[in-house]
């Protein structure tokens, strides 16, 4: 009976694991038409199709034999869809006879379609316009706007027809007496002159405009987790972010709760209360593991496209670059706010000398990055020789006021602030996809927000610059200097270059604020350059190191503080421990840490030695990529 009933419990077991594995099945293969020679298959489909044909959020009409979509209440006709690039171009049903004059069936911006899960993006945000539709009373401000709707236009209205790029017209860009009445999107692969005659803005309107369709990026947002791009050689896929991934997490609890309520069955019937205990337990399990997968939720950022702005808009958001609130290796940095009053950083790269195309696929690549320890890229700005970059602001400053000041925090908030700064950087070396070093580690690119939680900036920095000089130039500045790790004080070219370079600055911000003192305080000790590292481990031997006036528990966190921060500054890099290494120590009792050698300088030769843990594939201009 025993042997019958084990079996019976692992059978239905493996059903119910198949079954969960296997319940999402492949979409059949369905294609339709509606007589406009336009082949309709998944995940699209018409109304009249089997019901399990496509997808019911991509569902179109069929009115008159033309394809017709109902966009966010407007009306469009479907002139392609490309199911290899996972592109769909529409063009308003009030633009499509030639030469009509008309506004849109209904305005539609470009922040509208964004924010549409179903459609993550426009195909080319070079060649997609705005058309703005503005109604003045008086025609003397008809100088402002591009070209006259004549079939709109009265005596005591006109309407004019003004064309941007990409971004719409608010009632802060037009006069007093004017007003935006509509917009509507277009695709326009031609070059569209400064001032575009009435003519031009017909052609645009019939060519309509083309977005981005994903059904993966939906699904992973009405999960609550974000898509990013598959890679950079196949744009327009997108998958759900690999980090936290939610239907592996779920599959395992549906496992266990499985498991031990057939458990529970079984103990039922021979012991009455031992399912109740069981039951309990793996209840309460389930409940705390689902408050776990919330909370992580609530702190994971939604990759959106950074928004492209004019000049004109950041001289508008910085006041003029008035509020000047720092200064770095790429340049000046202002305080800024945006219309809805929110509080932004402004950042000047008076350091690139790059293309604009250079510039902008570096920063698409950079703001995919997200992280909850990683300051966001909000938007940008490429005009010329004019590089801007928009990012959010940190009320609390950079850890740079505090590092050096033994009462700014406790002991505790110290050693988080390091293992959330050290996540971040974990994240920029393995997590992020493609492998980042930030070679620009420093406190005063370590910010703090509202809950003076880290967020680590510039990172990426190194992919907008094209040429070797140009990065040598950007860090090699003195400000820089005390942070970097030996290697790249010996190898000018950055031959040297890996993840532990960002172990060794790191390592620095540790012991500062393990030791209570700035590093570049150091030389006022005596009159001769000192190594800083090598300086706090003669304390320690000397026994001048003690940590007076603290608890059992605060004495606990700064030792370890102390010896996790030499063991990133040891001069070879195949001597310090990965950043996985490092977080792994700062969760490892005291006792189970070993003294590491005292740090000196050697050969550059031997500094160079090759490293077997760094990754295959660094996010570095082309000259300076390399693998392990």
Same mark, same amino acid.
């Given at each position: ?15 119910? #694991? ?10 059949? !293969? ?57 592109? !769909?171009? =529409? ?21 509208? +379609?964004?924010?549409? /899960? ?29 070209? +006259? ?40 692969? $031609? ?36 898509c990013v791009y598959k890679s950079a050689d196949? &744009?327009?896929?997108?998958?759900? $972010? ?23 069955? #079984? ?14 337990? !793996? =209840? ?54 945006l219309h809805d009053d929110y509080s932004i ?5 008076? @350091? ?14 950079? @703001?995919? #990055? ?35 000041? %033994?009462? %700014? ?26 492998? #980042? ?19 680590? &900036?510039?990172?990426? !920095? ?33 031959? *040297? ?65 102390? +010896? ?10 195949? /001597? ?27 050969? *550059? ?24």
């Amino acid at each position: 009976m025993k042997k019958l009933m084990s079996a019976l419990v692992f059978l239905l077991l493996f059903s119910f #694991i198949n079954g969960t594995e296997s319940r999402k099945d492949p979409p059949p !293969i369905c294609s339709s038409s509606c007589g406009d020679s336009l082949e309709i298959r998944y995940p699209f489909r018409l109304p009249n199709d089997p019901f399990t044909c496509g997808d019911p959020d991509f569902e179109l009409r069929c009115e008159n034999n033309k394809t017709i979509m109902n966009f966010h209440g407007g009306l469009y006709y479907v002139k392609g869809i490309s199911y290899d690039n996972h592109t !769909i171009q =529409l063009v308003d049903v009030n633009f499509s006879d030639d030469g009509k004059c008309s506004l849109p069936n209904r305005s539609l911006s470009t922040s509208e +379609i964004l924010m549409d /899960d179903r459609y993550p993006g426009l195909v080319n945000f070079t060649n997609s316009y705005t058309l703005n539709y503005v109604r003045c009373s008086d025609s003397s401000v008809g100088s402002v706007n591009n070209s +006259i709707v004549p079939c709109l236009t009265r005596n005591s209205s006109h309407v004019y027809v003004n064309v941007t790029n990409w971004s719409s017209l608010t009632s802060y860009d037009v006069p007093k007496t004017c007003k935006v009445i509509a917009m509507a999107p277009a695709f326009y692969e $031609e070059s569209v002159p400064v001032n575009p005659s009435y003519e031009t803005v017909l052609k645009m309107q019939q060519s309509g405009f083309q977005m981005v369709w994903s059904v993966e990026c939906r699904d992973c947002r009405a999960k609550g987790r974000g898509c990013v791009y598959k890679s950079a050689d196949t &744009s327009f896929l997108f998958e759900c $972010e690999k980090e936290y991934d939610y239907n592996a997490e779920l599959r395992y609890i549906y496992t266990v709760v499985a498991a031990m309520f057939l458990a529970a069955i #079984i103990g039922f019937i021979r012991f009455i209360l031992l399912p109740l205990g069981v039951f309990s337990f !793996i =209840l309460h399990k389930y409940l705390s593991t689902k408050k776990d997968y919330r909370e992580k939720s609530s702190e994971i950022q939604q990759p959106l496209a950074p928004e492209r702005y004019n000049y004109t808009d950041i001289l508008s958001m910085s006041n003029n670059f008035k509020d000047k609130i720092g200064e770095g290796c790429f340049g000046t940095v202002y305080k800024g706010q945006l219309h809805d009053d929110y509080s932004i950083v402004v950042k000047k790269l008076e @350091s690139f000398k790059v293309s604009e195309e250079h510039f902008i696929n570096g920063v698409s690549r950079t @703001s995919g #990055i997200q992280h909850p320890n990683l300051v966001p890229i909000l938007g940008f700005c490429s005009e010329g020789s004019k590089h801007v970059l928009v990012n959010q602001y940190m009320p609390n400053g950079s850890l740079d006021k505090y590092v050096g000041n %033994s009462d %700014s925090f406790s002991w505790e908030k110290a050693r988080e602030i390091v293992l959330k700064t050290g996540q971040g950087i974990e994240f920029l070396h393995g997590g992020s996809g493609g492998g #980042i070093i930030h070679l620009d580690i420093k406190p005063r690119n370590i910010l703090l927000d509202e809950n003076f939680r880290p967020r680590i &900036s510039d990172f990426g !920095i190194a992919k907008l610059c094209r040429k070797k000089h140009d990065l040598v130039s950007l860090y090699g500045r003195s400000e820089t200097m005390g942070y970097r790790a030996p290697e790249l004080m010996v190898s000018r070219d950055f031959e *040297a270059v890996s993840c532990k370079s960002d172990v060794y600055s790191f390592g620095m911000i540790i012991l500062e604020m393990a030791c209570g003192r700035r590093h570049v305080d150091v030389d006022a000790i005596n009159s001769s350059k000192v190594h800083f590292p090598t300086w706090v481990y003669e304390l320690n031997e000397r026994g001048d190191l003690e940590f007076e006036n603290l608890t059992k528990s605060d004495t606990m966190i700064a030792r370890k503080l102390f +010896i996790i921060g030499l063991w990133c500054t040891q001069t070879r890099p195949l /001597d310090r421990p990965s950043m996985t290494r490092v977080l792994e120590m700062l969760e490892t009792d005291l006792d189970d840490l070993e003294m590491p050698p005292k740090p000196v300088f050697i050969s *550059a030769q031997y500094l160079r030695e090759p490293e077997l843990d760094s990754p295959k594939e660094m996010l570095l201009p082309e000259t300076m990529e390399r693998s392990s």
